[in-house]
Each structure stands twice: as structure tokens, then as C-alpha cells.
């Protein structure tokens, strides 16, 4: 099961930063996001062991995955954020075996709900 939390409502240039909380270990943790009408995009990934991470190139400099696993808890820190990061931000965990964190939304197995993120 993964929770997310911390969305909400920031001006541009703001920060924010999202949470997901794990009931199980997973090797791999991502960040996706889905706007009104688009496709689901991968933001961020992250593998447990070891912390190599991946970042789709809209958000490279302004976002940062990191995890607390005594929490089991994945964080996406958000800042200088612009209205195009505006849309519904979800985690996701996969047990697979991948060359790098993946970022496409098909090679994930477990999803949480999501959380908004508006900013204006």
C-alpha cells in the first residue's frame, strides 16, 4: 500500500514537498504526475539500495527524490516550481530488475491514489 501525501497550492517559484509512505519495502520508488488530458509521466525514480536516481529532464535542477527507509517513506521535493508542474502526483513501486529506476508509468506495479499539486 502507498499513501501520498502533501500536496496542495503554491505560487511559482514556491516549494512543496510530497510524501509516500510504503507498507512494504520495494526495490524501486517513482514519482509520476498526470495532467488534465495528458498522459501519465514519470517525474522521478529512485532504487532503495544504493539511491541511484533518475529525473525526467523538465524537472532536472528543481525536484529531488530521496527516501527514508527506516520510515519506509519516499519524498519528492518540489521547488521552483512553475504552472506547468501543476497536475496529479502519484507514487509508484515495482520489484523488478532494471538497468536504471525506471520512469515509464507501464513498467510499475503498485500505485497510490495521488495528491494535487496546483500551482499558479
Known amino acids: 500500500q502507498l499513501v501520498e501525501s502533501g500536496g496542495g497550492s503554491v505560487q511559482a517559484g514556491g516549494s512543496l514537498r510530497l510524501s509516500c509512505a510504503a507498507s512494504?519495502?520495494?526495490?524501486?520508488m517513482g514519482w509520476f504526475r498526470q495532467a488534465p488530458g495528458k498522459e501519465r509521466e514519470g517525474v522521478a525514480a529512485?532504487?532503495?539500495?544504493?539511491?541511484?536516481?533518475n529525473y525526467a529532464d523538465s524537472v532536472k535542477g528543481r525536484f529531488t527524490i530521496s527516501q527514508d527507509n527506516a520510515k519506509k517513506t519516499l519524498y519528492l521535493q518540489m521547488d521552483n516550481q512553475k504552472p506547468e508542474d501543476t497536475a496529479m502526483y502519484y507514487c509508484?513501486?515495482?520489484?523488478?530488475?532494471?538497468?536504471?529506476?525506471?520512469?515509464?508509468?507501464?513498467?510499475?506495479?503498485?500505485w497510490g491514489q495521488g495528491t494535487q499539486v496546483t500551482v499558479s
Open positions: 512494504t519495502y520495494t526495490r524501486y
Open positions: 529512485l532504487k532503495a539500495e544504493g539511491g541511484t536516481t
Open positions: 509508484a513501486a515495482v520489484f523488478g530488475t532494471f538497468w536504471y529506476p525506471p520512469l515509464r508509468a507501464t513498467q510499475y506495479q503498485y
